[in-house]
């Protein structure tokens, strides 16, 4: 089940690529920046589809490619700078970025297998069913019987529930990714070297 430090972690590595993308010379720079923005647009667009749908495997596939633009356009920087420290320092915070995206794709796609939550849902109506026949043996009460059926069925659909991050009541949000690409739409904090 994917938690929420997977987007702030993926929004923080995505942050600090996107940083020191702007201190490469050009072109790299601007390449590389222009395609950061096009990558988080991916990655809030991934944060908004349900797992394993075609709109989920489509963003995925364009990340993959955003990634693989990137790290030619970071080859590139480090073939024409050797020995420069920014873009070894860019090359080490992509890498981050696109372990970080590999995780949070992960975390997407994994879920509870159905049989699991159908175990969990036949194991809940026996251990019910035994209640109220117990409590039948001894004349008492169908109130608590129905608090106890309540009880288990609210923690069923919680647990169904945080098995769907990006539906149901349960979400997390995409506000790290969201208020990273507001901060992109300002000019670049830095420039590269001359």
């Given at each position: 089940?994917?938690?929420?430090?997977?987007?702030?972690?993926?929004?923080?590595?995505?942050?600090?690529?996107?940083?020191?993308?702007?201190?490469?010379?050009?072109?790299?720079?601007?390449?590389?920046?222009?395609?950061?923005?096009?990558?988080?647009?991916?990655?809030i667009?991934?944060?908004?589809?349900?797992?394993?749908?075609?709109?989920?495997?489509?963003?995925?596939a364009?990340?993959?490619?955003?990634?693989?633009?990137?790290?030619?356009?970071?080859?590139?920087?480090?073939?024409?700078?050797?020995?420069?420290?920014?873009?070894?320092?860019?090359?080490?915070?992509?890498?981050e970025?696109?372990?970080?995206?590999?995780?949070?794709?992960?975390?997407?796609?994994?879920?509870v297998?159905?049989?699991?939550?159908?175990?969990?849902?036949?194991?809940?109506?026996?251990?019910?069913?035994?209640?109220?026949?117990?409590?039948?043996?001894?004349?008492?009460?169908?109130?608590?019987?129905?608090?106890?059926?309540?009880?288990?069925?609210?923690?069923?659909?919680?647990?169904?529930?945080?098995?769907?991050?990006?539906?149901?009541?349960?979400?997390?949000?995409?506000?790290?990714?969201?208020?990273?690409?507001?901060?992109?739409d300002?000019?670049?904090?830095?420039?590269?070297?001359?």
């Amino acid at each position: 089940m994917p938690s929420a430090w997977r987007w702030r972690s993926d929004a923080t590595s995505l942050a600090a690529t996107y940083l020191r993308a702007q201190t490469l010379a050009e072109p790299f720079r601007t390449g590389s920046l222009e395609r950061l923005v096009r990558y988080t647009d991916t990655s809030i667009r991934l944060s908004h589809s349900v797992p394993g749908s075609s709109a989920a495997d489509d963003a995925v596939a364009d990340g993959q490619q955003l990634q693989r633009e990137l790290w030619a356009l970071a080859g590139e920087a480090l073939d024409s700078a050797p020995s420069a420290s920014a873009p070894r320092l860019y090359v080490d915070s992509l890498n981050e970025m696109i372990d970080m995206q590999t995780v949070r794709v992960s975390g997407l796609n994994n879920r509870v297998p159905p049989a699991v939550l159908w175990l969990e849902v036949a194991a809940a109506a026996v251990a019910l069913g035994l209640l109220a026949v117990y409590l039948a043996i001894l004349g008492r009460g169908a109130v608590t019987v129905l608090l106890a059926a309540g009880l288990v069925t609210l923690l069923l659909l919680v647990t169904f529930d945080l098995d769907r991050p990006t539906r149901g009541m349960i979400r997390i949000p995409a506000t790290a990714l969201t208020d990273l690409r507001a901060s992109m739409d300002l000019p670049p904090a830095a420039t590269g070297p001359g």
